[in-house]
């Protein structure tokens, strides 16, 4: 969208994104838009006529960082240990999930405020990318074909949410995951 607006326009769009990726960063998924378009220097319309829901402003903030996971994805399908190629990459995700305050609310797939004609981005983008890390570790029998890669989206964003008050979210969010992934039987 920036590619054909205005040069005004284009530049609002610049700051608001700016602004906004701090006050995500420092606020999380609820960073208040009207506080977004006070220090952007622009009316809380402007601000939505660029993002009109919650979830548009939060992909738009996260693109950078999904495009990161995207290529990490690719770059793990020359992992010979497909099992491995997968957990790693999810591991990946985790942790920018983690770090990346409002990653996880872009990534959830609650279709209230998505667009129903692009529906949600972020989340399509990583399921196209681990597509193939997932279809591979499934088709060598290291991981059981019920899986999809949006309940191992999903499973990670309800880890992150759960854990993001924690003292401590990353080993946390991590400590959840690898539990989730080994289940609950002793190993043998």
Same mark, same amino acid.
């Given at each position: 969208?920036?590619?054909?607006?205005?040069?005004?326009?284009?530049?609002?769009?610049?700051? =608001?994104?700016?602004?906004?990726?701090?006050?995500?960063?420092?606020?999380?998924?609820?960073?208040?838009?009207?506080? =977004?378009?006070?220090?952007?220097?622009?009316?809380?319309?402007?601000?939505?006529?660029?993002?009109?829901?919650?979830?548009?402003?939060?992909?738009?903030?996260?693109?950078?960082?999904?495009?990161?996971?995207?290529?990490?994805?690719?770059?793990?399908?020359?992992?010979?240990?497909?099992?491995?190629?997968?957990?790693?990459?999810l591991d990946d995700v985790v942790a920018y999930c983690v770090t990346a305050r409002g990653l996880a609310a872009a990534l959830s797939y609650d279709t209230a405020g998505t667009d129903p004609v692009r529906g949600n981005t972020c989340a399509a983008a990583l399921e196209e990318a681990a597509d193939p890390l997932l279809h591979r570790a499934v088709r060598d029998g290291t991981v059981t074909p019920d899986a999809t890669v949006a309940d191992l989206i999903t499973l990670i964003v309800g880890i992150t949410l759960a854990t993001e008050h924690h003292p401590t979210p990353a080993p946390e969010a991590n400590r959840l995951f690898h539990l989730a992934v080994t289940g609950l039987s002793p190993a043998r």
């Open positions: 969208m920036p590619g054909t607006q205005r040069a005004d326009a284009r530049r609002n769009y610049t700051r =608001i994104l700016a602004v906004a990726a701090e006050e995500v960063a420092a606020q999380g998924a609820n960073a208040s838009l009207e506080q =977004i378009a006070r220090t952007a220097g622009v009316g809380s319309a402007t601000v939505r006529r660029h993002f009109p829901t919650r979830r548009a402003l939060l992909e738009a903030v996260s693109h950078d960082r999904i495009e990161t996971l995207r290529l990490r994805a690719h770059d793990l399908t020359a992992e010979p240990d497909s099992r491995k190629a997968l957990l790693r990459w």
